[in-house]
């Protein structure tokens, strides 16, 4: 296995376009159901891996993630529903809207110390929740949220199967892995993770560490709004409860479960918390005891997470 | 004015609840730098358990009153904080050199569980206590301002065992134990204290007092479901946050100034958006005072 892995290492391309080739075969034999599942596990791991840059890669506490998505969700619906533009050219300004957003949030709290800063992405994502149900300005349409969007039209074909929704997202979700790799290996990147272990010594070494920090968070939350922009995409509702604290629960545990800061972790994680549980939708609501019991037992199994990148596994080793 | 007093009574009422809930989260942060995410399903199951007790009583002696919510007080304490000592052993203990990630998803977890066994045992609906065990009267304080019997119950017990654990934290030895074990495990360890008996301990009247808030709420407001530990944790958490978490006096002030701010935003903005308000008001105050009211100004580790 191990040797196996490491032979594999040293092919990118093959296992990448192996990859590929599976993701884009993996839909045919299945039902629309499974497609479904699989288009879901596509948006959660597009979030995931846009939570990862502010959560892993930059080590900030986020828990108020799905306040992006929901208001990517929500420019997408409102710009289709009051000026009629088609939904594909509303994306890049649900991108626009979700980031400004997450500067507008970031910019001042970003000195705080991790709790604090965890609690006030909290106290944000209600706030925007509260905001979408009470129906601020008179647009968002309160607690049933808005309906009646129209279907996603893309270079003249209309979007209506689940497969067509599940292609679409995989399109996105190579593009976001793409760049993720990229901004990893990046000046950026590498400058993210120098204020992630330490804060003081990257500011020493002439990183300006709030500059660092604030991208982080612009694009980390600018695309979580393409995820819900996305998610508009398949379902023709909104609604607040997009933005809901336990679905910021879900996508933080996404990014911890697998490993914080990795990449194939956020697949792991999504694979966990999104996948299982739709597999295991038999189990009703005894449903959420499990991923309990999965989450306690799997973090004092592997507390660096299930996929860890490298670098953390031997920092959470060191330690011990 | 009137109405300005009748509000800061109702507020100071969410506020001792607030309070209580949020002491609990604030001696765990203290002790364990964790988020106790479970603590809110554990103040849930007080409600939960609380209603079972008064229902076994009443069907047991035929006539209720208030004389019997005393005994069902102390089992619920006993049992929730039998369950946080089970919880901090279980999905705490072994992950105290994990790093700060791997317990607040052991957390959530334990918060998945416990709501979802609630909802499983208990059924998805509301459910309402036995009425009429507090008498409904209400009292003239000054000429028209009105505090029920309730409040005056829940108030006198909240009151009470706040100054209890104050007293306790700031004057016992096993107290200053714990307030050493806050501040450092390995130089308290070095002056022979069990710091795990400690943080037993933390466990043990965190959640007995959680616990004991969840059957006051049910019992002040009457109903609840499942959901209420999410929402209830969320703004007591708040609370702990606003005085500075670690702080004992400090969760204590957190939790009447939210109460006092959602009372008096529902009364003279709107109910609406009496939440959105107080989550406003904890931006702005970390904005400006990142460690909370109370907290200390210290640096983050390096």
């Not at chain 2, 096993?174 to 390995?186: K, P, Q």
Request: charged share 10%; hydrophobic share 55%.
């Amino acid at each position: 296995m191990g040797s196996l892995m490491e032979r594999l290492r040293r092919m990118p391309l093959v296992w990448q376009i192996g990859l590929l080739a599976l993701a884009l075969l993996l839909p045919l034999p299945l039902n629309d159901y499974y497609r479904a599942v699989l288009w879901r596990t596509g948006i959660y791991a597009i979030l995931g891996l846009s939570l990862n840059i502010i959560v892993g890669y930059a080590g900030l506490f986020q828990l108020g993630h799905a306040a992006f998505y929901a208001l990517g969700a929500y420019t997408s619906a409102l710009l289709n529903l009051h000026f009629d533009i088609p939904l594909v050219l509303t994306w890049p300004i649900s991108i626009l809207v979700a980031a400004f957003f997450g500067y507008l949030i970031s910019r001042p709290i970003l000195h705080l110390r991790g709790d604090y800063l965890c609690i006030v992405t909290i106290a944000f994502g209600e706030v925007v929740r509260l905001a979408l149900v009470n129906n601020i300005f008179g647009i968002t349409g309160g607690a049933n949220g808005l309906s009646g969007i129209d279907q996603t039209v893309l270079f003249g074909l209309t979007l209506r199967t689940p497969l067509h929704h599940y292609y679409l997202v995989l399109f996105f979700l190579v593009l976001t892995l793409f760049a993720v790799r990229r901004l990893e290996n990046s000046r950026l990147g590498r400058a993210w993770m120098y204020v992630r272990e330490d804060e003081t010594a990257a500011e020493a070494m002439g990183i300006d560490t709030t500059w660092a920090k604030l991208l982080a968070f612009v694009l980390g939350s600018g695309w979580a709004g393409l995820a819900g922009a996305l998610y508009v995409a398949r379902i023709p509702v909104v609604s607040p409860d997009l933005a809901r604290f336990i679905e910021s629960v879900v996508m933080f545990c996404i990014v911890v479960l697998g490993g914080t800061g990795s990449i194939p972790g956020v697949f792991v994680g999504t694979l966990g918390m999104i996948t299982l549980p739709e597999i295991f939708r038999f189990l009703k609501t005894w449903r959420d005891a499990w991923m309990g019991v999965a989450m306690v037992a799997m973090m004092i199994a592997r507390p660096e997470g299930l996929w860890p990148s490298r670098r953390i596994r031997m920092e959470i080793r060191e330690k011990e | 004015m009137q109405q300005l007093l009748q509000q800061l009574i109702n507020g100071i009422t969410i506020g001792s609840f607030y309070a209580l809930v949020a002491l609990g989260y604030t001696m765990v942060y203290g002790v364990l730098k964790l988020i106790n995410f479970a603590h809110g399903g554990l103040f849930m199951w007080g409600a939960y358990i609380g209603l079972t007790g008064l229902s076994v009583l009443l069907a047991l002696l035929a006539q209720g009153g208030p004389g019997m919510i005393f005994p069902i007080a102390v089992i619920v304490i006993v049992t929730i904080a039998m369950v946080g000592v089970l919880i901090e052993r279980i999905a705490y203990r072994p992950l105290r050199s994990a790093g700060r990630l791997a317990p607040v998803i052991s957390a959530l977890g334990m918060a998945f569980i416990l709501e979802s066994l609630a909802r499983n045992i208990y059924g998805a609906s509301w459910k309402t206590y036995p009425p009429g065990l507090v008498p409904a009267g209400r009292v003239a304080l000054v000429g028209d301002v009105r505090i029920s019997i309730m409040q005056v119950l829940v108030l006198t017990v909240s009151f009470l065992l706040m100054a209890l654990l104050y007293l306790f934290v700031y004057r016992t030895r096993i107290g200053t134990a714990m307030r050493a074990v806050s501040l450092d495990h390995e130089v308290s360890r070095l002056m022979g204290i069990d710091v795990d008996g400690i943080i037993a301990t933390v466990f043990l009247i965190g959640p007995g007092l959680g616990g004991l808030a969840g059957m006051i709420v049910a019992l002040y407001y009457g109903s609840f479901d499942f959901t209420l530990g999410w929402i209830f944790g969320l703004k007591a958490f708040i609370s702990a946050i606003l005085g500075g978490i670690g702080n004992i006096p400090g969760a204590m002030l957190g939790g009447m100034m939210l109460g006092i701010i959602e009372t008096l935003g529902a009364g003279y903005v709107s109910p609406q958006w009496k939440d959105v308000i107080a989550y406003m008001i904890l931006i702005l105050i970390l904005i400006f005072r990142p460690t909370g009211l109370l907290g200390e100004r210290v640096a983050e580790k390096l």
